[in-house]
Structure formats: structure tokens, C-alpha cells
């Protein structure tokens, strides 16, 4: 075990989009767990879109980080110590109030006992955590796909993307992938994607979709907000429904106007229906969701793939790496 | 009986806000019915919104006006010559598809008798007909409103807003009114309103908005788009639900763009739901809707106010006044 404590903290707030000189990692002693925490030792961190808002003053739907602050982030650990006696040392926890460092301190409420026989225990952050169950929700609840429809989704090879296509496929709808490059297209493609739309080389990406959705988009699972989102707006079937999931084209707008193209018109002629997705409100149906997916994922009906960066200093890196789309699969960062 | 009939026919497709030159008054003889068919004279015609969506050859929920076919609307009118076993002269009917004119063939289907023991037969074109009902539909079924809900209606005096302000109050919801003028807001608060917002004057709207709504916005029924969305955008309450009735604030730039600050965060962060709405729709449940409106205005719950010009001649006037937020109260023409 390390005999310090390597953690990241908030140097500013970003302009746009951040650079690894917003964080300053500082070193300090490993803490001491109070009455009923823990000491975990972090083994893999999660780097997700949502951060950006998390390192903004402007609203948002969760407190974000002040400066001087340790970065805020979900992880999977050890435990080192335990004064709760529903946790001991050994054991593999999940807690979305990790952050980026080699230890924390954790209480049990929001830290959960990972099971290492459902899979490699970094799948806690993944296909069984926050992104598979974000598209779980996201895509049944908000989407409720219907046999043979068309579900459109952005950033479809990224960690909640690659499993809402599956669950799309699962359901007996047309899965259409929208990414950045046709390599994660070809990815997709194995996944069971029916077409696929690289919006960085599509030259009139509103003809695309309506080339790849030619009966139109009737759900559309938007990771990403932006040009893609202005796209697939123009391309909507009757009553179909939007989930606003995710806004990773506008990191580089956190707290500005984002000014474009407006779908107010297209949402009444198609009498649309666009709705703001926020995993939260789905806590109490984790776990069914959970053991679903893991269901899937033993029938073969489900796969997943990460891209793991090596080392605690890397985690600026490769939540940048995100933010520009680099990564191919669900970020993660090996401590 | 008039021996010629007045026909308004469409001129030109306009750009931006029309003008009286788009559309010509020509003279015809009477048409005579064919079978299963009747020939009405108009007594009431409506203009509305939707109108500037008909003369445009931008996509749409339906099919436009062609230049020199005779301008769409609804109206009310009496049978002079009937070949339909339902119908017999004198009769006083409504019809979506009669027209700017003297005299209209109708065919029996989309034709409705009014009852004028419900109220003046004009009220067929405004709190008992597609105004009425779009605000029932549109408020209820869409907007969902629960008792202490903060509703916010734009064009609140209007056709639409000034029957949905009151079903808001009849459900047990804070109304507040969005309008262009004092007088304006003083009648809204003769309906019930709780509050209102004068557009034309708020130095900031989004601060009046959040003024007049501080515990945000649950129920936003947008008939307007434009600025005022912007402004009550920013203050959604959490799961709020906004009503995409009408785009009236849209009505210079049909085919072009909608260029402004979009919402997709604040769709995010609320986890809202922006539905669009289209009367049509709920054809099955017009006639129930239309007696529970008949009937909270028999108990003096709803009460209503139309601006009527006198003559054919002022049709393409009064819906100019219409886009300009000139008229007070649903916009009528006697014909």
C-alpha cells in the first residue's frame, strides 16, 4: 500500500474546453476513516461527460467542485479499513463519490459491494454501472422503443451508447449508430447495428440520417447535443420521442448560451416528445436493471468494450481524451 | 343571399410576416353542390396561428395553401342547399375546411351542426371549438397539471391561453399569464390568473419569469416560441412538462431557421419534458371535451372574450393583427 495519498484537485474552473493545467495533483497523508467510514484504496476511476458540469458555476442538477477541491468522479476499490461492520477489509466496493485519488474515505450510504463472479470488476463502472444503467433507463423508460422502430443514437460506441444499441437490438428495433469515426463504426456494426453515420466525414449530416432513417427517427438516445442533435431534429418520425441523455458537444459552452437551430416547429409537426434523462431518479430500480443486464450479457446479447488508461496521473488525460471523442469504448482509468 | 361568390385566394407564398398584397379577392358565381354535398354561406370565419404554417412550402403537419387556391380556415355558416340526408337548409354548421369566402361545398364529413342553445354560434370558433379544445388537450393530457402547480401560459389572453388559464385554475394551479400588454394582463387577472407578465415592457424576462414563478415553472403551455420560451425556459421546475401548442412568435421566419439559445441543458437539469401538440390528435374526445367546457361555462368557471371584424374584405387584416399581437381575445371575422 502507498504510504501517501495522490489526489487531483480543481485549479480553476475551464473557459471552453479543459486542459489538464485545471487540476494540480497534490499529495497529502492517507486519511484515517472516522465512525461507521472506510478507507478504500482506489483500483480503477470512471471519466464521464457529466464531469464537465461538475467543474462549471453555472446550474446544474448536482453540486459541482470548488476549486481546491478534489475532483469528483466514481470508482471501484478495496477496502484498506472499515469502521462499519457491513464492510471489511478485502472486500470490492463502487461509490460514486470516489474522486480522483489513490484513497478515500467513504461512508457506506452510496458505496455498494461489487459481486466479482458477474464480471472483470472495473464492469462496476461500465456495462453494470452508471452507463449500462443509464441506457437501460434512458432508451425503456424514456424511449419506450416499440418493435420496429428506428432508434438513432449519438455517440453510439461510447460507454452508454454501445449498450443502449444492444438493448435497441434486444427489443426488435433498427439500430442506428452515429460516431466518430469508422472505426468505431465497424465496432457497431459487430455489436448488431443496423447503419451507421461517421458525423465528422458525412457532408450533409441532416441527408444522412435521413438516408440511414428513411422511415425517420423515432427514437432518438442523444448523447451528445450539438450539430448531430440539429441533425437528427430534422429527421423525426411521428411521435417520436427524444432522450436528452447526454451534452458532450457543448463542453466547450459550460455556463454560455448554446445558440443554434431551434426544433420547435419540428417537435409539434411531429408532435414530439423530448425529455431530460438523469440516472438518479432510477435508484430504486438499480438493481433489477443490474441483474438484467448481466442476464444479457451471459446469453451472449450483450458485449462491452473499454478503453483503460494506466496510472492515477493519466485521469486528466484521458477525461480530455473524452471530451474530444478520442476514447473507443467505456473511459476508464487504471490506478 | 349574395348572387357572387368572394373568394380570398392565396397570392404568393409571403416571406416573413405577410401582407394583405399575398392574397387577392377574386368573384365567382355560386357553386352549386354535387352529390352528398351542400352549399353554406359563411356568418363567422376564424383566423388563427396555424394559418402562416399553410402559406408556407416548408414541411408541415399538413398539406399548404398552392398560390390562386382560396385561403384554408374554419368557419361557421348556415346550409342554403343541401344533397345530404343529414343536412337541410338552415342548419348552422362549422367546417375546418370552409375557407375564406362567401359560400363554401362542404361535404358531410369534417362537417359539424352547432348547437346554438350551448351559446353564440361564433363560440363554435373559440372556446367551443379548436381553441377550447386545443387548450383542454393540450393543458390536461400534455401539461398534466397537478394541484399547486405553477403553470405559465404565453398569449395568455388569446384564443387558446385565455381557456387554459382558466382549466389551470380549475385544476388547482398558480396561472401566470404572459401577454403583450397591460390590459391585456388586467382582463387576465378578471379570468383568474395569479400573476402576470407584460413581454413587451420586462426589461429582463427571464428575471420576471422567475419574479413571478419562484418556485419555477411546472407547466409551461407555450403558444408562442420565441423570446418567451427562452425566458421560461430558464426556469423550469423540476419534471416540468412544456406544451408545444403554437409558434406564433415564429411567424417571420417560416422555412427559415429558428436561430436563438436552446435548452437542452435546462431539459437536462429539470429532466423536463417538451412534448408537441396538435389538435387533431384527440378527434375522438372532441365531443366529451366540448361538453365539459359547455359546462364549467354554464357554472361560470370559463368565460371568454372574441375580437371580431366586421366583413369578408378585413379576412387577411384581422390575421394580420393576429401575427402581431394586436387583437384581444380569439380573432373572428363576420363575414
Not at 258 to 286: C, K
Not at 320 to 334: D, M
Amino acid at each position: 500500500m502507498r504510504n501517501a495519498n495522490r489526489q487531483w484537485v480543481l485549479e480553476r474552473f475551464p473557459e471552453g474546453i479543459p486542459a489538464e493545467t485545471d487540476w494540480r495533483l497534490v499529495e497529502s497523508p492517507v486519511p484515517e476513516p472516522g465512525d461507521r467510514e472506510m478507507l478504500v484504496q482506489s483500483l480503477y476511476l470512471s471519466v464521464d461527460p457529466y464531469m464537465r458540469g461538475r467543474i462549471s458555476p453555472a446550474k446544474n442538477y448536482a453540486k459541482g467542485v470548488d476549486i481546491g477541491e478534489v475532483m469528483t468522479g466514481s470508482g471501484v476499490g478495496e477496502v484498506v479499513r472499515s469502521n462499519h461492520p457491513d464492510f471489511e477489509p478485502g472486500d470490492i466496493v463502487e461509490s460514486f463519490q470516489f474522486g480522483w485519488q489513490d484513497f478515500a474515505i467513504l461512508p457506506a450510504e452510496g458505496t455498494r459491494k461489487v459481486d466479482p463472479s458477474l464480471g472483470p470488476i472495473h464492469s462496476a463502472l461500465s456495462y453494470l454501472g452508471m452507463p449500462g444503467l443509464s441506457a437501460y433507463f434512458a432508451l425503456l423508460d424514456i424511449g419506450q422503443p416499440k418493435p420496429g422502430d428506428t432508434v438513432a443514437i449519438s455517440a453510439a460506441s461510447g460507454a452508454v451508447g454501445q449498450i443502449a444499441g444492444q438493448i435497441a437490438k434486444i427489443k426488435g428495433c433498427r439500430a442506428v449508430a452515429i460516431a466518430s469515426s469508422d472505426e468505431k463504426l465497424a465496432w457497431c456494426r459487430e455489436l448488431g447495428y443496423d447503419a451507421g453515420i461517421n458525423y465528422k466525414t458525412a457532408p450533409d449530416l441532416t441527408a444522412s440520417v435521413a438516408e440511414a432513417c428513411p422511415n425517420g427517427v423515432d427514437v432518438f438516445f442523444d448523447n451528445t447535443a450539438g450539430p448531430i442533435h440539429d441533425a437528427v431534429m430534422q429527421n423525426l418520425a411521428l411521435k417520436a420521442r427524444v432522450i436528452v441523455c447526454g451534452t458532450v458537444a457543448l463542453a466547450d459552452k459550460f455556463g454560455q448560451p448554446d445558440i443554434g437551430p431551434r426544433s420547435l416547429r419540428q417537435i409539434l409537426v411531429a408532435r414530439a416528445r423530448v425529455e431530460g434523462f438523469l440516472i438518479f431518479d432510477f435508484q430504486d430500480r438499480y438493481e433489477a436493471a443490474r441483474e438484467q443486464i448481466a442476464a444479457w450479457h451471459a446469453e451472449g446479447k450483450i458485449r462491452h468494450r473499454e478503453d483503460i488508461a494506466e496510472g492515477l496521473e493519466q485521469t486528466p488525460a484521458a477525461f480530455l481524451k473524452l471530451l474530444r471523442s478520442e476514447n473507443f469504448g467505456k473511459q476508464l482509468v487504471k490506478v
